[in-house]
């Protein structure tokens, strides 16, 4: 698995992750940890695209929970309000979103329901606009 990092420009600065082959058991670790660093050295909105992940385990749904989490934290979102919208289903990260989810992806993504919460895109431009 690579993972190459740029900064989009919309309303806010957006980290974008292009993330190239498999986030499963053996590549969730690294990918959690390179975006752990991204979030230490400030970024806040993160986008990740996942046009050439052809396969993403349980392991790779989990770093993008635990990336989920880590921004909300920081962001200190209502706690009563987001659970609110999340129990309503119109809570969505404004902290990360998906790009370009591979049809296996889109299920396994769809299937854990975290597409209840993370937004998912197939335009790089709305994606980052909608920050």
Same mark, same amino acid.
């Given at each position: ?9 919309? %309303?806010? *600065? @957006? =980290?974008?992750? #292009? ?9 969730? %670790? ?10 230490? !050295? ?11 992940? *052809? ?11 635990? &990336?989920?989490? %880590? ?8 706690? !009563?309000?987001?659970?609110?919208? @999340?129990?309503?289903?119109? #809570?969505?990260? *404004?902290? @990360?979103? /998906?790009?370009? /989810?591979?049809? %296996? ?6 299937? =854990? @329901?975290?597409?209840? #919460? ?6 790089? !431009?709305?994606? &980052?606009?909608?920050?």
């Amino acid at each position: 698995m690579d993972i190459r990092v740029t900064t989009g420009h919309g %309303q806010l *600065p @957006v =980290t974008v992750i #292009y993330v190239n082959g498999d986030v499963d058991s053996t590549t969730s %670790q690294d990918f959690l940890v390179k975006i752990e660093e991204l979030i230490f !050295d400030g970024a806040r909105h993160i986008l990740i695209d996942l046009s050439n992940v *052809p396969f993403i385990s349980s392991a790779g749904l989990r770093a993008i929970h635990n &990336i989920f989490n %880590q921004l909300r934290a920081l962001h200190k979102d209502a706690d !009563d309000d987001a659970l609110r919208a @999340v129990n309503d289903g119109t #809570y969505k990260s *404004p902290n @990360v979103k /998906l790009l370009n /989810l591979s049809e %296996q992806t889109k299920f396994a993504f769809e299937t =854990t @329901v975290f597409d209840m #919460y993370i937004e998912t895109f197939t335009d790089r !431009d709305t994606a &980052i606009n909608s920050f």
